[in-house]
């Protein structure tokens, strides 16, 4: 499993990003077989998660900084999760990341499949 973000850029405060979190090249895998998760890590913070969807019944998860302002959706004919982000903060600033899991969980330890992150600056 190897997972690439991307979607990410500048944006002014209460402005929206849409992330996108893709299987990488061929690897030929259906991310709905996984649960897969957003995570962001900001400089010197340790990484956090944001949202996570399950596989099958797409049941959704979120942080308490994120809740009512992010969406974490599924297009499966796109083999890709998205990451919806409105009304955004400077406090929302961070690499972001997504992984794959067995199971649907805000803690990064069963994630796998990590890309490179995406960066996504809030600023005034």
């Known amino acids: 499993v190897q997972l690439e973000e991307s979607g990410g850029g500048l944006v002014q405060p209460g402005g929206s990003l849409r992330l996108s979190c893709a299987a990488s090249?061929?690897?030929?895998?259906?991310?709905?077989?996984?649960?897969i998760g957003w995570f962001r890590q900001a400089p010197g913070k340790e990484r956090e998660g944001v949202s996570c969807?399950?596989?099958?019944?797409?049941?959704?998860y979120y942080a308490n900084s994120v809740k009512g302002r992010f969406t974490i959706f599924r297009d499966n004919s796109k083999n890709t999760v998205y990451l919806q982000m409105n009304s955004l903060k400077p406090e929302d600033t961070a690499v972001y990341y997504c992984?794959?899991?067995?199971?649907?969980?805000?803690?990064?330890?069963?994630?796998?499949?990590w890309g490179q992150g995406t960066q996504v600056t809030v600023y005034s």
């Open positions: 992984g794959a899991s067995l199971y649907p969980s805000l803690g990064d330890s069963p994630y796998d499949g």
């Open positions: 969807i399950s596989s099958g019944d797409g049941n959704t």
């Open positions: 090249g061929s690897s030929g895998f259906s991310l709905d077989d996984y649960a």
